[in-house]
């Protein structure tokens, strides 16, 4: 099922190796040119201001949930809804509430915590709707190493074999997530 709306989790710098801006400009690309709808931490600044910029310029939409102690009158969108929270907490549930999907791109601290709260929140069935990591460069092989080690060692059950998906290239995990059954 066409996922319309996608929040997208990643850094708000542009990280070291240009090959990270190229794929967040690929997948805003492809989203734009599918009219596909980016959730996003409102921030027009590194990986998510690239990524917004190229979805709003190749015909797709924005919805940006911001944090207010961040917000900045330069953030908006021209004619996109905005929403500020004045706590993370508040900001992730207008992230989750907005999006039909997850995507994980390149990021630090803070899209490590949104992807995880994502993954837990499935788990415990407050919601159904799928997740997938952009694996740019080999960025989550760790991460993806780590889930094995959960399952390995016993601390994540088989149930949960699916629980997130992992692509390398943006056409792939748009099209994992059209095809992914909302959990």
């Not at 900045?72 to 004619?79: G, M, P, V």
């Not at 990021?107 to 915590?113: N, V």
């Amino acid at each position: 099922m066409f996922k319309r709306s996608i929040a997208v989790f990643c850094g708000s710098s542009l990280g070291s190796d240009p090959i990270y801006e190229m794929a967040a400009r690929a997948l805003g690309d492809i989203m734009g040119r599918q009219r596909r709808t980016i959730v996003f931490g409102g921030s027009r600044s590194g990986l998510m201001g690239v990524t917004a910029d190229a979805v709003l310029k190749a015909g797709g939409s924005a919805i940006s949930d911001s944090l207010r102690v961040f917000f900045q009158d330069s953030d908006l969108l021209k004619d996109q809804p905005h929403f500020v929270y004045d706590t993370v907490r508040e900001r992730k549930a207008g992230l989750i509430a907005h999006a039909d999907a997850f995507i994980a791109l390149p990021g630090g601290m803070g899209t490590l915590d949104e992807f995880s709260e994502v993954c837990a929140a499935i788990q415990i069935g407050e919601f159904h709707k799928p997740i997938g990591l952009l694996n740019v460069n080999g960025y989550f092989d760790d991460l993806l190493r780590f889930v094995e080690r959960m399952r390995r060692d016993g601390f994540l059950a088989p149930q949960w074999d699916r629980l997130f998906l992992h692509e390398n290239s943006p056409e792939a995990m748009l099209r994992a997530l059209d095809e992914a059954d909302d959990q």
